[in-house]
């Protein structure tokens, strides 16, 4: 399995949450690396990517409250969820385009998905 997630439940309004994402059979530092997420009846949206320059980017509604990070002696990203509102509570996917050093901000262009971790934030 190229991707397996870590982290998620449940957690207050303005509460923290970390998810980790193990990448196997490449490698992470080589390549765009990003979080998803996903409400019933809604489009996955981009959450955070990392290239493998180390570029970061971020979607508006969670600028300055999230963060992407990559261990490379791991082979793994993290998301810090920091500030966390009812209005995160999704299905997040961690996601990869192996072997690239261009964005992975649209989900079409994504080549592996994490099988999903539940995020629930109550208000």
């Known amino acids: 399995v190229p991707l397996v997630e870590s982290g998620g439940g449940s957690v207050q309004a303005g509460g923290s949450l970390r998810l980790s994402c193990a990448a196997s059979?490449?490698?992470?530092?080589?390549?765009?690396m990003g979080w998803f997420r996903q409400t019933p009846g809604k489009e996955r949206e981009r959450v955070a990517s990392?290239?493998?320059?180390?570029?970061?980017f971020y979607g508006d509604s969670v600028k300055g409250r999230f963060t992407i990070s990559r261990d490379n002696s791991q082979n793994m990203v993290s998301l810090q969820m920091n500030s966390l509102k009812a209005e995160d509570t999704a299905m997040y996917y961690c996601?990869?385009?192996?072997?690239?050093?261009?964005?992975?901000?649209?989900?079409?262009?994504?080549?592996?998905w994490g099988q999903g971790t539940q995020v629930t934030v109550s208000s």
């Open positions: 990392i290239l493998s320059a180390g570029n970061t």
């Open positions: 996601a990869a385009v192996p072997n690239s050093r261009y964005s992975c901000a649209q989900a079409q262009t994504i080549h592996y």
């Open positions: 059979g490449f490698t992470a530092s080589e390549s765009c």
